[in-house]
């Protein structure tokens, strides 16, 4: 099982990047899915999350209406459309597969994770 995370970068304040993450070894179209993100010296924080079906999406209040999680299960691959970036976004980005069909806005909800891609946005 291996989650890949791709399209991190480094942005100007404004500016806009597109996630990707792209399992393989298993199929997760059955399972909900997560963005999470870590600052240097903070700890881990919920982002989004998608349910199996993509019928339902939430949002952290930080980035509710400028990013947008989307999945195509017939690739494997979850994404998050970032826009609007602000500085206080700058982390490494980590998608992870929750442990059942939905999304939960803790880690403890799942089994698996990528290893992160770094976003760095600059004023």
């Known amino acids: 099982v291996q989650l890949v995370e791709s399209g991190g970068g480094l942005v100007q304040a404004g500016g806009s990047l597109r996630l990707s993450c792209a399992a393989s070894?298993?199929?997760?179209?059955?399972?909900?899915m997560g963005w999470f993100r870590q600052a240097p010296g903070k700890e881990r924080e919920f982002v989004a999350g998608?349910?199996?079906?993509?019928?339902?999406?939430y949002y952290a209040d930080s980035v509710k209406g400028r990013f947008t999680i989307s999945r195509d299960n017939a690739k494997n691959t979850v994404y998050l459309q970032m826009n609007s970036l602000k500085p206080e976004d700058t982390a490494v980005y980590y998608c992870?597969?929750?442990?059942?069909?939905?999304?939960?806005?803790?880690?403890?909800?799942?089994?698996?994770w990528g290893q992160g891609t770094q976003v760095t946005v600059f004023s």
């Open positions: 998608i349910t199996w079906n993509g019928a339902r999406t």
């Open positions: 070894g298993r199929t997760f179209s059955t399972y909900g």
């Open positions: 992870a597969v929750a442990n059942g069909a939905t999304y939960y806005l803790t880690s403890s909800g799942y089994d698996y």
